[in-house]
């Protein structure tokens, strides 16, 4: 795909650009400002490049929001810096806990638009994902999908993505421990909550970067996984630049029924998306790209289809993921029946591929698969 392309989906997202990381009063949010950013807003106010890296450490290693408790910082100076910038955190509006203990926070940012961030534990291994949101709303219309009846509101930036996370990570007090004590309950990140994660990838990359970061944060990219519907151009660019896992909502195996049910298809087929996921640098063996496929009753999940899936993604590394269809208010779907489902698995598993049925955590809450959706409205008009 051309740099052309790659620049017109770039220009697009600036119309939903999210609004300024600076409060009324003039101070400006650290949280989001890369390494170079930091040490330049710093330099503003007369400190030295060094500073950077004892902010790096307790905003993004020990979680700390109060400048005040910055031990290793001198009283004048945690003065002077409480003065100019702030540690901030989205607002948890509401929290709900599942019976199966999955965790939804609906999170408000400073211009009161909302977006929702899923906690999915795994208590077999003491761990969990983390599931976040790139967008208020939604760019796509995917016909499933509870969150693409929304609309897009606009993007979020680099501070409320990485904030998301460390947000659940106050929730769940896994910061280090004055004993140094750290749990791992929140182990991994998933993009995919609310929205395109390609749709918006500079704030993307600039928040995954954050989270990697190897002193603060320090997350292995082999623990984030980006799920995509299949913005083809932006695939390669992440492979390349951020080499997380890839996941590819894939859905249906025949483009009339992609064109359909994920919208995004009549744009770039799926014999240009397969393409793409062959090229994806960071798909080996040992991480395999994922492919999702949300099954919809008497509508993709044949055995016929199931032997076309097979066909369209021999030779990639690659898992699929059976999602029964979580329903939601007014949708017109059902979910496959489990005989079906477990007919369809067969058939991957035969030809090799991990095929596993994921089975829906936290669906009572609405936190489940293609169930999240805010109130959130878009008021300002966009540009033709």
């Known amino acids: 795909m051309t740099p052309s392309e790659r620049d017109r989906i770039l220009a697009k997202a600036a119309l939903f650009s999210p609004p300024p990381a600076v409060l009324a009063d003039g101070r400006r949010e650290l949280v989001g400002l ?43 100076l945690q ?59 939604c760019t796509l219309s995917c016909r499933f999908c509870h969150t693409g009846t929304q609309g897009l509101v606009r993007n979020l930036g680099t501070a409320e993505i990485v904030g998301q996370f460390m947000a659940a ?62 913005v083809v151009p932006m695939m390669d660019r992440c492979g390349e630049e951020l080499g997380v896992n890839l996941a590819v909502s894939l859905h249906a195996v025949r483009d009339e029924l992609r064109d359909e049910i994920v919208p995004l298809n009549r744009k770039y087929p799926i014999a240009e998306l397969i393409a793409a996921c062959r090229r994806y640098p960071a798909a ?5 790209i994922t492919f999702e496929y949300v099954m919809l009753r008497g509508v993709n999940d044949s055995e016929a289809e199931a032997r076309e899936l097979v066909r369209l993604i021999a030779g990639i590394p690659a898992k699929v993921n059976l999602i029964p269809f979580n329903p939601w208010p007014g949708s017109a779907y059902l979910p496959s029946t489990r005989e079906q489902l477990d007919r369809f698995a067969q058939i991957v598993m035969d030809a090799g591929f991990a095929s596993p049925i994921r089975m829906p955590r936290g669906r009572d809450i609405l936190a489940a698969c293609g169930q999240l959706r805010t109130e959130s409205r878009r008021t300002r008009p966009v540009a033709a």
């Open 284 to 288: 080996s063996n040992a991480r395999r």
């Open 34 to 76: 890369s390494r170079e950013e930091m040490t330049q807003a710093l330099a503003e106010i007369g400190e030295k490049p060094f500073r950077t890296k004892q902010l790096w450490h307790w905003i993004y290693h020990q979680g700390v929001t109060d400048f005040a408790r910055m031990s290793s910082i001198a009283k004048p």
């Open 79 to 137: 003065a002077k810096l409480a003065e100019r910038f702030v540690v901030g955190r989205p607002v948890a509006a509401t929290v709900q806990t599942s019976s199966d203990e999955t965790r939804k926070f609906l999170f408000r940012f400073r211009d009161g638009q909302e977006a929702e961030t899923v906690y999915i534990p795994d208590r077999r291994e003491d761990r969990g994902a983390v599931c976040i949101s790139s967008q208020v709303g």
């Open 169 to 230: 990570r106050d929730s769940y007090g896994e910061w280090p421990s004055p004993r140094g004590e750290t749990p791992r309950l929140l182990s991994t990140i998933v993009l995919m909550g609310m929205g395109e994660p390609l749709y918006n990838y500079d704030n993307v990359a600039r928040a995954m970067r954050i989270v990697m970061d190897g002193e603060g944060i320090g997350l292995s990219r082999r623990r984030i996984t980006l799920s995509t519907s299949g």
